[in-house]
């Protein structure tokens, strides 16, 4: 016995911990936290506030040596180590920190496997641990500004195997390129996530996988025990529902009462056994009942895409539905709807073939042509699949809502006569004639445009008023460096228009070969203006001279 217990010692005295607790509010710092303790073997836990501090002692065993990671400029409980003493543990010590992320990876010598995601994106994060425990792999939460001093880490270590997961920085990317890394980034986050359960499942079969939708940190997800499948928020992405028909996974576990109705339809069109982890045992006992209380979750940045109905319409003249769609999105997103009209007794049904892309802070308005009997009682129930991505819609808006009739003849009439790239000012910009008779609102989008490597659709957010008879240069602001131009030889246009600003009911497309200016029109005319000076200058110089010389 008295051997068993001068081993245990020695072993803690070498590792100095038995048990991890994160206090910060930083995410990145949290997330790297947990990961440390798992590639170290140790338990751990983090704060979510600073109540929390406390209560989380209450579930911890009192024989534990307790390591604090605390956060320089944002802790949750300054000197949370004496709070821990008070309360009879074995002991705790405290590290603190300003990035634990390229920190804490010092601790850790013997790590030679690196995988490297955007910390744009902590879904990204969330995929790969699992696996990144399995290969005892440290995750770097990478952006354009922080990868110079991953590089230099990067640079002391005998590296083994570097994996670069998912959307990066170009600068992120180039910089670490010298180390030849594998790269999985399909541009899709589902599909990437379903590449990495799999590098997972060749390391460790199983048929058991922990199921959540990326937007925040559960230290069950930390552990690597099992591999997670993003399930989406709502709706089940095909490409995921696919995978587990095809696969030998048998059971998931959800991780989060939010995502019920997901995991349903997960159980439902891909025959898998689904359990629920919602809650935890109460860590303060309040009557003689106990209870049970939520789990620790901490909120990763997540994009906000969040789609309504603004308005469905009937315009007799025409014999067109016009369903438009308000975007309170701060990214891009693509939708694709189903809309059944509800006319007398008769049920109509139009929808989207493809996705169709809608710009952050935007409207934008459906055309479905459809002749009815009658419009008495008009009524449309909508059903719209959403999401960040055109193979990534997860997400659902279900309304009925009574259809406005209207009869409106829209006169609008545009050209778009060229499209060019201004370096200076960093945009496209699409000179727009309003051939027509009345005021028109236009909205732009150009299609398939590589940049960084990616096709993407980039639009102007909200609509542009161009007055009769005139022309205006349409700016749609995005980054290009000389490789994405060289890529970009011709665009695809799609211009919406309209006289209502909300309901932009005609298309123009066109195919425009791009042109590239370095200066705007007005650095022209000021290095013109500046010349001109110079040129006034010396001739005052040359009067004066002979002047003088008179």
């Known amino acids: 016995m008295i051997i068993c217990l001068l ?12 048990y991890v607790i994160s206090n910060s509010e930083n995410w990145k710092d949290v997330y790297s936290t947990i990961h440390y303790a798992n590639l170290e073997g140790a338990e751990s836990d983090f704060l979510v506030s600073t109540k929390h501090g406390p209560l989380l002692l209450n579930n911890i065993n009192k024989n534990n040596y307790i390591r604090v990671i605390s956060s320089r ?10 709070l821990i003493k008070s309360r009879d543990f074995r002991d705790a010590d405290e590290i603190i920190v300003d990035d634990a992320n390229l920190e804490l990876i010092n601790e850790l010598n013997n790590i030679n496997n690196f995988i490297i995601v955007s910390d744009a994106y902590g879904y990204n994060a969330i995929a790969v641990t699992p696996y990144a425990i399995q290969t005892d792999s440290w995750v770097f939460l990478s952006n354009r500004a922080n990868i110079f001093d991953i590089d230099a880490i990067l640079s002391e270590r005998n590296i083994d195997k570097i994996l670069i997961y998912g959307y990066v920085d170009k600068t992120v990317r180039d910089t670490l390129s010298k180390y030849n890394p594998e790269i999985i980034d399909t541009g899709d986050k589902f599909e990437d996530n379903i590449e990495i359960v799999k590098k997972y499942l060749e390391i460790k079969p199983m048929e058991q996988v922990a199921l959540t939708n990326g937007e925040f940190i559960e230290k069950g997800l930390m552990t690597g ?7 989406g928020r709502e709706n089940v992405p095909d490409q995921i529902r696919d995978y587990l028909k095809n696969s030998d996974i048998k059971v998931g576990v959800l991780i989060g009462n939010e995502l019920v109705g997901a995991a349903t339809n997960i159980r439902r069109s891909a025959g898998i056994s689904v359990m629920v982890k919602f809650a935890r045992g109460a860590r303060s006992q309040t009557g003689g009942i106990a209870a049970v209380e939520g789990l620790d979750l901490f909120p990763l940045p997540t994009p906000s895409v969040i789609l309504s109905l603004y308005s469905i319409k009937y315009n007799k003249v025409n014999s067109q539905l016009e369903v438009t769609y308000k975007s309170e999105s701060n990214v891009p997103a693509y939708f694709k709807g189903t809309i059944t009209l509800i006319h007398g007794s008769e049920r109509t049904k139009v929808g989207d073939i493809d996705p169709i892309f809608i710009a952050p802070e935007d409207f934008k308005t459906v055309i479905y042509p459809v002749d009815l009997t009658t419009l008495e009682e008009l009524r449309a129930e909508l059903f719209t699949l959403f999401g960040e991505t055109s193979s990534s819609l997860d997400r659902i808006l279900e309304e009925t809502r009574d259809v406005e009739v209207i009869e409106v003849i829209d006169g609008c009439k545009i050209e778009v006569k060229r499209v060019k790239y201004n370096k200076q000012k960093k945009a496209f910009i699409a000179k727009t004639e309003n051939i027509g008779e009345v005021d028109c609102w236009v909205d732009i989008e150009l299609e398939d445009i590589v940049i960084d490597n990616r096709k993407r659709t980039v639009g102007t957010e909200g609509s542009i008023k161009i007055p009769k008879g005139k022309t205006k240069n349409i700016l749609i602001e995005e980054e290009l460096d000389e490789e994405d131009l060289g890529k970009n030889p011709f665009v695809e246009l799609t211009a919406y228009y309209g006289e ?6 005609n298309i123009f ?3 425009f070969e791009l042109g590239i200016e370095s200066f705007s029109i007005m650095t022209y005319a000021i290095i013109i203006l500046i010349i001109i000076i110079i040129i006034l200058v010396i001739l005052v110089v040359i009067i004066k001279r002979r002047e003088e010389e008179l």
């Open 7 to 18: 081993l245990l010692v020695q072993v803690v005295s070498a590792q100095d911990f038995t």
């Open 73 to 82: 400029e944002m802790p949750y409980i300054f000197n949370y180590p004496d």
């Open 225 to 231: 025990a099992e591999p997670t499948l993003f399930t």
């Open 500 to 505: 209502r600003e909300d309901s932009l009911v």
């Open 509 to 511: 497309k066109g195919r």
